[in-house]
């Protein structure tokens, strides 16, 4: 058998075993929040072009209309991009070059500010999302959780701002600080589910300056590399919305929103270039933060929490996310608390469930750490600001 023949039958192959594979991806997870979904039909849709290529491409190639024909399959699989282009785009798919969100209105959850309050969504143009305000739900019309402080700080009182993603908004930490550490500091808890260093940034910047804080405490979670959001569909009270994996100088937001074929073409820039782009972007939010502290006069602390499992078991990638923050802190002299150091000696002696809020999860962590990590933190003086 030719060798042409043989690749030809590989590649049928290959294009069969990929539409199998997208056809698997429909049956299990279905269509409307699938990553998956997306990057499986951008490989099967490369098969299939490669292997009508090598089937047609040779054939076309024979004869005295080469260019010709040359021509019309150049201009063959431009049409059936931008047919692909055409069908694939309302769907909102994003492959893999971001994590996708689908938020629906309302979306409720119960959160530890009292189960009468309501934690919902809605959609925002320039942060993706926010927490709803006031009323009925979880946060106060100033952004923050409720709590029993006045807005306006009575004199002598010290006042620490919590900023972070759902770790933050969990209140672990927040909330053991209050109870263990000294009289006449209030806590303000900022932290929204989800959110990265650029919209915890603009979300401060919109609600926390107002609330002239003495120390902003950054809770910082190795998954806050996560760049910018953009929104893929708004109606209808529902949004689909991503956190690119890339930093915001490395892509065209008008083209990601608008082309299912860009957005495919950024998943495999961001699985090549490692996230270019992020540790520039994260730099920029704590410098951010910085020129805040200096201008409004408070103090600028980050505790970076851990992958809550053993060090030797982290995939490379988180530890070069935690080497990355730490050397950002340096750099920018931004005093922190490094938790992973911590986390070894609490489990020492105790099953590595008593560190996770639940089984299975890498991020978040137990109310039983987020104590340990409370009192090691007012033991050292790290809050001293708040005293």
């Not at 505790?303 to 050397?327: A, F, G, H, T």
């Not at 489990?347 to 090691?376: I, K, V």
Request: glycine share 8%; with cysteine; net charge neutral.
């Amino acid at each position: 058998m030719p060798f042409r023949q043989i690749v030809v039958w590989l590649l049928g192959l290959a294009a069969v075993a990929l539409s199998g594979n997208v056809l698997w991806v429909l049956w299990s997870q279905g269509l409307a929040d699938s990553e998956d979904l997306g990057l499986a039909l951008f490989y099967c849709a490369l098969a299939m072009m490669a292997w009508l290529f090598c089937l047609f491409g040779p054939r076309l190639a024979i004869g005295g209309r080469a260019v010709l024909k040359g021509l019309l399959l150049i201009v063959s699989l431009g049409l059936s991009l931008v047919l692909f282009e055409l069908l694939m785009t309302p769907f909102h798919l994003v492959f893999n070059s971001a994590h996708q969100a689908t938020l629906h209105a309302p979306q409720s959850a119960k959160r530890h500010v009292g189960d009468k309050y309501r934690f919902d969504l809605e959609v925002d143009p320039e942060l993706g999302y926010v927490p709803r305000r006031g009323g009925q739900y979880a946060y106060d019309r100033h952004g923050a959780q409720r709590n029993a402080h006045q807005a306006q700080k009575p004199p002598g009182v010290r006042r620490v701002a919590l900023v972070g993603d759902s770790i933050a908004a969990i209140g672990y930490l927040g909330g053991w600080l209050e109870r263990l550490g000294p009289r006449g500091v209030e806590y303000w808890n900022l932290g929204v589910d989800g959110f990265g260093a650029w919209q915890e940034l603009k979300y401060f910047e919109r609600h926390g300056r107002a609330l002239r804080p003495d120390l902003v405490l950054i809770e910082f979670c190795l998954n806050d590399f996560d760049g910018t959001p953009m929104i893929l569909k708004d109606q209808d009270g529902q949004a689909v919305v991503a956190n690119l994996y890339l930093g915001s100088e490395q892509f065209n937001p008008w083209l990601y929103r608008r082309s299912t074929i860009y957005r495919a073409y950024l998943s495999l820039k961001a699985s090549l270039t490692d996230r270019d782009g992020l540790r520039a972007d994260v730099k920029n939010a704590l410098a951010a933060f910085q020129r805040h502290a200096a201008k409004d006069h408070f103090t600028l602390k980050v505790v970076v929490y851990p992958l809550m499992s053993p060090y030797e078991q982290w995939p490379e990638s988180y530890k070069k996310q935690r080497q990355d923050i730490l050397v950002i802190l340096r750099e920018l002299g931004v005093e922190h608390f490094d938790a992973t150091g911590l986390l070894a000696q609490a489990l020492q002696g105790r099953p590595l469930a008593w560190a996770r809020m639940a089984e299975g999860d890498y991020f978040h962590p137990s109310e039983a750490f987020a104590e340990l990590l409370a009192r090691r933190l007012l033991a050292d003086g790290f809050l001293a600001a708040a005293n």
